[in-house]
């Protein structure tokens, strides 16, 4: 099986930033691509950065020029680095990855817990 764990989430005020980290354990051969999403209350979860095994990232236009998406192969784990939050930042902030656990083995989508990001003086 595979357990993820996010971190990082909290209060912060008004230009303000967080740095949200997501770290998959147990039967993993590879990881490719690895997902932020967020689920302000009331809405649908949306994504909000992505980056590929290769390192190509992509952006929300809601965060471009604000969130840094990147990854840590070797510890399994992806960032989300929060800069210049807003109060419509705030929401629950999920990681998503797509795990091979075994060699030609198929690939798995598995999400963490969530961490509650909040922006607000």
């Known amino acids: 099986q595979v357990q993820l764990v996010e971190s990082g989430g909290g209060l912060v005020q008004p230009g303000g930033s967080l740095r949200l980290s997501c770290t998959a354990s147990?039967?993993?051969?590879?990881?490719?691509?690895m997902y932020w999403y967020r689920q302000a209350p009331g809405k649908q979860r949306v994504l909000v950065a992505s980056?590929?095994?290769?390192?190509?990232?992509n952006y929300a236009d809601a965060v471009k020029g604000r969130f840094t998406i990147s990854r840590d192969n070797a510890k399994n784990t992806v960032y989300l680095q929060m800069n210049s939050l807003r109060p419509e930042d705030t929401a629950v902030y999920y990681c998503?990855?797509?795990?091979?656990?075994?060699?030609?083995?198929?690939?798995?989508?598995?999400w963490g817990q969530g961490t509650q990001v909040t922006v607000s003086s």
């Open positions: 998503n990855l797509l795990v091979r656990r075994e060699t030609l083995g198929p690939i798995n989508s598995y």
């Open positions: 147990g039967s993993i051969f590879s990881i490719n691509a």
């Open positions: 980056i590929t095994s290769g390192g190509t990232t």
